[in-house]
């Protein structure tokens, strides 16, 4: 268990609807990064956040958005869905270390999405 | 193609070892990393080497990188069927952000 948090486990929903997936960071991380895994393009970055604000972005589309709240979980909501979005979504979370020490990234067990 | 290059399948039996290899393009990359993927499940952190470091080996798990070549490997010692999964590398670039590569199955036969 790497102590981040993800809901709902899986949803199916159809064309067009909008959803809203859930991460919840390992308690003192202030680090939240989103990622997609797709059969065809496999891991991809999406986004990350950092102590409520936005630090990077990555292939992420212009339908796809996200924030970190005051108590650090996040949020990424996908709208306009198309059966395209069907994939995995991983929340990842970390602290940023100094020195040697690597800023790693602990993973979620997932969303799995289902467009219909 | 991909940043990271892993090749897709291989196959062991149990009690052998296992190498999978990773190629990575990003000569500045300060970390590299191995995770696993068990079927349904999420990413687990494994192992990652410092890119001044030529080996790290951390139980039945040694990492080998070859910063000349961009080559990272992963070497699993007495594989075992619980090892059976996908195997991600990955390099850390500005901003954090990990790239992967495409992952290697490996099949543990009893």
């Known amino acids: 268990d790497s102590g981040v948090t993800q809901t709902p486990k899986h949803l199916i929903t159809a064309t067009g609807q909008r959803v809203t997936l859930r991460c919840s960071p390992r308690s003192g991380d202030l680090s939240v990064y989103w990622y997609q895994q797709s059969l065809d393009q496999g891991l991809q970055f999406l986004i990350q956040?950092?102590?409520?604000?936005?630090?990077a972005k990555g292939n992420i589309l212009e339908r796809f958005s996200a924030q970190q709240f005051p108590d650090l979980h996040s949020e990424l909501n996908l709208s306009s869905l198309e059966l395209g979005d069907s994939a995995l979504y991983f929340c990842?979370?970390?602290?940023?270390?100094?020195?040697?020490?690597?800023?790693?990234?602990?993973f979620g067990p997932g969303t799995r999405l289902t467009v219909l | 193609g991909e940043d990271v290059e892993q090749s897709l399948f291989l196959s062991v039996r149990e009690g052998d070892s296992s190498v999978i290899n990773c190629t990575y393009t990003?000569?500045?990359?300060?970390?590299l990393y191995w995770y696993k993927q068990e079927p349904g499940a999420g990413l687990q952190l494994l192992t990652y080497i410092f890119s001044n470091m030529d080996m790290k080996q951390d139980q039945r798990l040694t990492v080998l990188l070859n910063k000349k070549d961009k080559h990272l490997s992963l070497r699993i010692a007495d594989t075992q069927t619980g090892d059976s999964a996908i195997y991600f590398c990955?390099?850390?670039?500005?901003?954090?952000?990990?790239?992967f590569g495409g992952g290697t199955r490996l099949m543990v036969k009893p």
């Open positions: 956040y950092y102590n409520g604000e936005e630090r």
């Open positions: 990842a979370s970390s602290t940023p270390k100094t020195g040697l020490d690597a800023d790693t990234q602990y």
């Open positions: 990003d000569s500045s990359s300060t970390y």
């Open positions: 990955a390099e850390i670039h500005a901003g954090n952000m990990l790239t």
